[in-house]
């Protein structure tokens, strides 16, 4: 199970790409909490973003999951330093025995400490370039796209994935 929080949801519909997930396999999941942030609000603040996931969901490649915080083993609701929406996504991701889909440092570091995978943005477009859902040129042009947007990639970072498409298109 994939269970995504607000950045890769965000940045992927900006870049107009969220409707890769499809290449998914396993379900593919946004806790309410994270649904209320990105879609609810952000569609009464105007972000066109928030409606392009609102109709991915509509069209069915995202369930919604009410979750139930005491199910998981972890102290996450607890942590004064998690929003209401990152503690549901790694909760959700821990019961499940599914990964959390973040990007944020913080949560990814409780993540780790809480024994539950995550995985970023630029890893599912690595993932869609990999798998030949997208070429690694297209692949380049949506992480590009979302920098654009406003996505954050330490330089090192950006780097690492540029070559690493690169070692995908020489396999084209």
Excluded at 31 to 44: A, L, R
Excluded at 59 to 68: L, N, P, Y
Excluded at 127 to 139: H, L, M, R
Excluded at 147 to 165: F, H, N, Q, S
Aim: with cysteine; aromatic share 8%.
């Amino acid at each position: 199970m994939w269970v995504f929080d607000a950045t890769p949801l965000i940045y992927l519909a900006k870049a107009e790409r969220l409707a890769l997930i499809r290449h998914l396999d396993d379900p593919r999941v946004i806790p309410e909490q994270v649904y209320e942030e990105v879609v609810t609000d952000g569609i009464e603040a105007g972000y066109t973003d928030g409606r392009r996931i609102e109709q991915q969901v509509e069209a069915g490649q995202f369930d919604i999951e009410a979750v139930d915080m005491t199910e998981s083993q972890t102290q996450l609701e607890s942590n004064p330093n998690l929003s209401a929406a990152d503690a549901a996504v790694l909760a959700c991701a821990d019961i499940h025995d599914g990964i959390a889909v973040m990007d944020e440092t913080y949560g990814r570091d409780v993540a780790t400490t809480e024994g539950i995978t995550t995985r970023g943005t630029a890893f599912l477009v690595l993932k869609f370039a990999q798998s030949s859902a997208i070429s690694a040129d297209e692949a380049r042009k949506v992480i590009d796209t979302m920098i654009d947007e406003g996505w954050y990639c330490a330089p090192d970072v950006y780097t690492k994935i540029v070559r690493k498409l690169d070692s995908y298109s020489e396999k084209e």
